[in-house]
Every structure is written in structure tokens, then in C-alpha cells.
């Protein structure tokens, strides 16, 4: 059942992705991959479940976790990229590469992504495939977390754009509310929500192998391509950056150096 869950999978991204890469094309814009980020997850998670016998208690807690995320992220990032050019980093792809870009992008942008999404989702749909799986401490626990994780991702997200709001702020630094205790609240959140998922999903047969999948989020929102690369691009543009790093925590929230 579970190897029926992964194929189906598999298929479903290349699918997904695919599609999503000839609308790029056809809006010129590669940005829109990361709007859909969050709602690959959903879209993987209720084709796992429809494609399951059956859903346990655990599986449709899991199926309704991933749902929250997703959605609440696609829309955030739909809203705030609504009507802004294409992102600097594609755009520096395409002065790279010129003509190659498209048949690169696929690969290295889209297919990539979506290679990331089917190893991060690993939890939803080991819950998923597991028929006779129940909740247990553990995973109120793993709720527990997501709902934390929840917690920073949204306040934070909020927050900075209420403070992006305000035209006084152009230029300035964010470092009120939620972003007082860490430099990347919404990474945070974004950390517990898919260690919440994979806690949750120890309840299901093979549920282990699901912590492979939020140990990844883990390592590329701290280590490639969440807070490294923002770091560096706040560092060049926002002046007192540097300041602000010296006295507030990098991820995990602690009241900030004196």
C-alpha cells in the first residue's frame, strides 16, 4: 500500500510540475512555483488520500495539518506577490542562461521542487497509506508542534507585513513582535509544522521513515536556501542588519543579547 501511495505520488508531481512549468512559460514568470509550494503539499496529500482504501483517524488528521499549511502559505505568498515582477533569483537565471533557461528551469527550478515536495511530504502519506492507524500521545504531541509551528509562520508572516504597510519603515529593519526573539520566526514555524507532521505520523506503519522528510525541511531552511540566503541578501540591503544579527537569535526564539 505504501509503495501504491509513493507511485501515486511521484506521478502527481511530475504531473503538477509540469504543467506549472508551461504556465511560467507562458507567463514568462518563474516566480509562481513559489506560490504553489504550499498548495503542492495539499494536492499531494488528497491524492494520497484519494487514492487509499481507506483513512484512518491519524490519516485524516495528517491530511487536515498538510491542508492548513498549504493553503494558508499559497495564499499569503498569492496575495503578496500579487502584481510584482518575477523574483530576482529567476531573473538572474535568465540573464545566465538566455535562450537555455526554459529546458534549464524545468530541471533545476520545478522538477527540482518537486523532487524536495515528494521526500518533505513523506509523513502525509505514510499516514495516509496506513489504514488501521490511531492517534496517541505522540501524536497530540506531534499537534502540539504543528500548532506552534503554525503559530510563528502566521504571526510572523503578519507582522512583517503590517510592518512593510507602513511607508515610514521603507528601508528599515523588522525587529518587533515575533521577529524580537528570532531573526526568522516564520522558518521557525515553518520547522515545527513539518516535525509536528512527522511526530504525527509515527503512529502509522513505517512512520519513521517520515522523519527523513522533515529532517530535509529542516536542513534547507537552515542550511541552503531559507535563512543563508535571505541572510545574505538582507546583509547587502537593509543597513543595521548586521546590528540586528549580532543580538537576535538566527532561528530558535530567545530574548535577544543586551
Known amino acids: 500500500m505504501i509503495a501504491n501511495t509513493l507511485l501515486n505520488s511521484v506521478l ?3 504531473t503538477s510540475m509540469v504543467l506549472l512549468w ?3 512559460l507562458v507567463k514568462k514568470n518563474a516566480s509562481i512555483v513559489d506560490i504553489f509550494w504550499g498548495l503542492g503539499f495539499v494536492i499531494v496529500g488528497w491524492a494520497s488520500a484519494i487514492n487509499a482504501d481507506e483513512l484512518s483517524t491519524l490519516g485524516k488528521v495528517a491530511l487536515a ?5 498549504g493553503l494558508r502559505l499559497s495564499i499569503y ?3 503578496r506577490n500579487h502584481g510584482k515582477p518575477e523574483d530576482f533569483r529567476y531573473v538572474a537565471m535568465r540573464k545566465h ?5 526554459p529546458i534549464i528551469s524545468l530541471f533545476t527550478v520545478f522538477l527540482l521542487q518537486g523532487a524536495i515536495m515528494m521526500v518533505v511530504s513523506l509523513p502525509v ?4 497509506s496506513d489504514a488501521q492507524a490511531s492517534l496517541s500521545i505522540t501524536s497530540y504531541a506531534g499537534i502540539a508542534l504543528f500548532a506552534l509551528g503554525i503559530f510563528f509562520e502566521a504571526v510572523g508572516d503578519w507582522q512583517l507585513a503590517k510592518f512593510k504597510r507602513n511607508p515610514q519603515n521603507a528601508g528599515q529593519v523588522m525587529q518587533t513582535g515575533l521577529w524580537k526573539y528570532t531573526r526568522h520566526p516564520n522558518y ?4 515545527c509544522v513539518w516535525w509536528g507532521i512527522g511526530v504525527v505520523a509515527l503512529g502509522a506503519s513505517f512512520g519513521w521513515i517520515g522523519l527523513f522528510g522533515s529532517l530535509l525541511m529542516n536542513f534547507f531552511l537552515v542550511r541552503v536556501s531559507g535563512v543563508p540566503m535571505l541572510e545574505r541578501s538582507m546583509s547587502k540591503r537593509r543597513p543595521g542588519y ?10 530558535v526564539p530567545r530574548p535577544p543579547k543586551k
Open 22 to 24: 508551461v504556465l511560467s
Open 125 to 128: 502519506q505514510i499516514a495516509l
Open 77 to 79: 505568498l498569492g496575495i
Open 188 to 191: 521557525f514555524g515553518d520547522t
Open 97 to 101: 542562461y538566455g535562450a537555455r533557461f
Open 12 to 14: 502527481v508531481i511530475i
Open 242 to 251: 548586521d546590528e540586528y544579527k549580532r543580538r537576535t537569535s538566527s532561528f
Open 65 to 69: 495539518l498538510v491542508t492548513v499549511w
